[in-house]
Each structure stands twice: as C-alpha cells, then as structure tokens.
C-alpha cells in the first residue's frame, strides 16, 4: 500500500476518492460509487470528505509546468 496523497492526475472534485482508491489498491471509479451509495446512508460522509480534502497533501510525483 503507497502514502495516503491527492493525486494531481486523475481526481474530479478534491482527489479523496482517487486517494483512497490508490491506498487501497482499487479504481477511482469504484471508490467514487461506494462514496455515492455511502451518502444515502445516515452519517457525516460529507463531512469526512471535507476533512479528507483539507488534511491530506497533494501527491508531489506530478511536476509542474513552471
């Protein structure tokens, strides 16, 4: 299993989804439905998003055009 990183490539919103997805070893897609389907649940998904997209870094493999 790799770090826990918003990747720069392949995220939509925030890159949680695709983080987690990367840790875990299984498409962003997938994760993105589990996400989707665990918000019709009652709980705090949305809030762990949230908190999720402000603690995790950004992944630092991806170079800049700069």
């Given at each position: 299993?790799?770090?826990?990183?918003?990747?720069?490539?392949?995220?939509?919103?925030?890159?949680?989804?695709?983080?987690?997805?990367?840790r875990f070893g299984?498409?962003?897609?997938?994760?993105?439905?589990?996400?989707?389907?665990?918000?019709?649940?009652?709980?705090?998904?949305?809030?762990?998003?949230?908190?999720?997209?402000?603690?995790?870094?950004?992944?630092?493999?991806?170079?800049?055009?700069?």
């Open positions: 299993m790799s770090a826990l990183a918003r990747p720069r490539d392949g995220r939509w919103i925030g890159g949680v989804c695709a983080a987690l997805a990367h299984m498409s962003a897609k997938t994760m993105r439905v589990i996400f989707v389907v665990s918000c019709l649940l009652p709980g705090p998904q949305f809030l762990v998003y949230l908190a999720l997209w402000l603690l995790l870094p950004n992944d630092k493999s991806a170079s800049t055009a700069w």
